[in-house]
């Protein structure tokens, strides 16, 4: 089946343009997350929607970044007024439901949007 | 709180050489271990998981076995090839609102030599 899906793949855009970055996560996954890879560097969570319960937003390193869900479907994920360190790719992952304990289901990762502040 | 820490990459190997990247962590309780692996140009995928300790995963030759005395999940393959030149992430997943959040190690990237 398909897996999570990310647009763009790429984006590149000016310091200080706000962009949106989407995600499509598996079909019945009710969790999804997004976390930031750097250049060399590991990945950094942002934040994580379950459900209807409100978004653990702990990860979001500044008040630029917001990021929204639409049910247990879409999520997209804001930076406003994009400074240079915002470069990085973008990953989303989503997972099913584990009803309040550990489950041997992982997340599954999109591709990534890679986004380029110049 | 809860963390991982990876090995220091970039790892060059040659082919057929034994690979171990290191991988110890921090977390309270018993968390779930898994190795994702990041081909060039790819997503992230993952590579085997371990649930409890001395479980073993394994996958396309790699092994990694949980052990909760040395919070340790060292990731091993006993000849790797030149297509095993990816980057390596450690995570642990902890528990949080019935939602299982990954916390990554900084990831161990390795280049094998042909």
């Known amino acids: 089946g398909a897996g999570v899906s990310q647009s763009p793949s790429n984006k590149v855009t000016e310091k200080g343009k706000d962009v949106e970055l989407r995600c499509d996560p598996i079909?019945?996954?009710?969790?999804l997350y997004w976390y930031r890879q750097r250049l060399g560097q590991g990945l950094e969570f942002l934040i994580y929607?379950?459900?209807?319960?409100?978004?653990?937003k702990s990860g979001l390193p500044s008040d630029r970044f917001s990021a929204e869900r639409t049910g247990e479907s879409v999520s997209t994920l804001t930076i406003q007024r994009t400074q240079q360190e915002d470069s990085a790719v973008y990953l989303c992952?989503?997972?099913?439901?584990?009803?309040?304990?550990?489950?041997?289901?992982?997340?599954?990762f999109g591709d990534g949007t890679r986004l380029s502040i110049l | 709180g809860d963390s991982v820490t990876q090995m220091e990459g970039p790892v060059t190997l040659s082919e057929e050489a034994f690979l171990t990247i290191n991988c110890t962590y921090t977390?309270?309780?018993?968390?779930?271990l898994f190795w994702y692996v990041q081909y060039p140009g790819e997503g992230l995928q993952l590579l085997l998981k371990?649930?409890?300790?001395?479980d073993k995963g394994s996958n396309k030759g790699f092994e990694a076995t949980y052990r909760k005395e040395t919070t340790s999940f060292h990731l091993e393959k006993g000849s790797v090839q030149v297509s095993d030149s990816a980057v390596y992430f450690c995570?642990?997943?902890?528990?949080?609102?019935?939602?299982?959040?990954?916390?990554f190690g900084q990831g161990t990237r390795l280049t094998i030599n042909p």
């Open positions: 371990a649930t409890k300790a001395d």
């Open positions: 977390a309270t309780g018993y968390p779930s």
């Open positions: 992952a989503s997972s099913p439901w584990t009803g309040g304990t550990f489950s041997n289901q992982p997340q599954h």
């Open positions: 995570a642990l997943v902890i528990l949080i609102q019935g939602a299982q959040k990954l916390v």
């Open positions: 929607f379950q459900g209807n319960s409100a978004p653990d």
């Open positions: 079909s019945g996954h009710t969790a």
